[in-house]
């Protein structure tokens, strides 16, 4: 069974740093492209960030203006978001989601979601 | 960036009813589009991709259908456990991926 469980979510200041984590299992990490996806509370659903299956492409919104690194550990089946920089707009839940196919960017499975919340 | 519209924004309806949720992008897309389902404190689930391809598992009585700029999402008959809100997303070419703004189908 593929199950995606993202930690790492919690209350952080403006400024402040958050580093969340996805476990993958029940497939093939290593041949997946991963993306972070994230939803303020009660919006819509906004795409933040993809990395390929090697971690040798990644993509980012540019409303993040670098603020925010993507990366992967496939020995670990691991998924990760180092997030700098903080702002009370980046609060939301952020869901891990596995690309279809290496050049389809569809989320066929999400993670439960872990939210994030910048205040002071 | 690719802007995506959803129209309505909130659609009531019944049991059994048949259900239409419109997707229309600002600028051609091609079939790269999907259509998720999420009910509330839940994930989202994936139902279409390619606009019309039918994720396994997922029942029948949902099918995607359009091309280009504009996309339909049918419910065939409307159960239970379909009210939800639901997102369509597009995925063509570059970055950034987009998404509609939602669509809730609320019971009328």
């Known amino acids: 069974e593929v199950q995606l469980v993202e930690s790492g979510g919690g209350l952080v200041k403006p400024g402040g740093s958050l580093r969340l984590s996805c476990a993958a299992s029940?497939?093939?990490?290593?041949?997946?492209?991963f993306s972070w996806v994230r939803q303020a509370p009660g919006k819509g659903l906004e795409w933040v960030s993809s990395?390929?299956?090697?971690?040798?492409?990644?993509y980012n919104a540019d409303l993040l203006k670098g603020r925010f690194t993507i990366s992967r550990d496939n020995a670990r089946n691991s998924l990760y978001l180092q997030m700098n920089s903080l702002r009370a707009e980046d609060t939301a839940v952020y869901y891990c989601?596995?690309?279809?196919?290496?050049?389809?960017?569809?989320?066929?499975?999400w993670g439960q979601g872990t939210l994030v919340t910048v205040s002071s | 960036d690719i802007q995506m519209t959803q129209s309505p924004s909130t659609l009531s309806a019944s049991v059994g009813d048949r259900v239409t949720i419109t997707c229309r992008a600002s600028?051609?897309?091609?079939?790269?589009l999907a259509w998720y389902q999420q009910k509330p404190g839940k994930a989202p689930k994936l139902l279409i991709y390619?606009?019309?391809s039918l994720e396994r598992g997922v029942p029948s009585r949902f099918s995607g259908s359009g091309s280009g700029t504009e996309f339909t999402l049918t419910i065939s008959s409307l159960q239970p456990d379909d009210f939800a809100n639901y997102y369509c997303?597009?995925?063509?070419?570059?970055?950034?991926?987009?998404f509609g703004q939602g669509t809730k189908v609320e019971l009328k």
């Open positions: 990395i390929s299956s090697g971690g040798s492409t990644i």
């Open positions: 390619k606009a019309s």
């Open positions: 600028q051609t897309i091609n079939s790269w």
């Open positions: 029940g497939f093939t990490f290593s041949t997946y492209t």
């Open positions: 997303g597009q995925y063509n070419g570059s970055p950034p991926w987009t």
């Open positions: 989601a596995r690309d279809g196919t290496a050049y389809s960017h569809y989320f066929d499975f």
